[in-house]
C-alpha cells in the first residue's frame, strides 16, 4: 500500500508498481488492467495504462479538500492471475 498526495485542483498522472506485491511472481508481468476505482466519487480517473511488466499508470482528477481516498488496482498477469492492490491519496490544499 502506497500514500500519494494532490491539491483538489490538480490533475496528477500516477505510478502504481506491484512489484512489491508477492502475488505477481518475479517472472510474471501485467497483461491488462482489469479496474482502477476510488472509494470517492469525489475523484475521477482516467488515462489508464500498464508498462507490461509490473506497473500501472493512470490519471487523478478532482478530490475534496482533507480527505484521503482509496484506491483499488486490479489486473491480469501473463501468468493468469487476478491480482488486487490499494493506494490511498490524500487530497490537501497546500
Known sequence: ???LQKQPGE???????????RR????DTISNVISVVPDDN???ISTITHDSDKV???R???GLDGTTVKITITVNTAGGD???D???LLIKER
Request: proline share 0%.
Open 56 to 58: 500501472v499508470q493512470f
Open 42 to 44: 469525489n475523484v475521477t
Open 24 to 27: 505477481i511472481g518475479l517472472t
Open 60 to 62: 487523478a482528477v478532482g
Open 82 to 84: 487476478i491480482c488486487e
Open 11 to 21: 490533475s496528477i498522472l500516477f505510478d502504481f508498481s506491484f512489484d512489491g506485491v
Open 86 to 88: 490499494e493506494m490511498y
Open 1 to 3: 500500500m502506497g500514500l
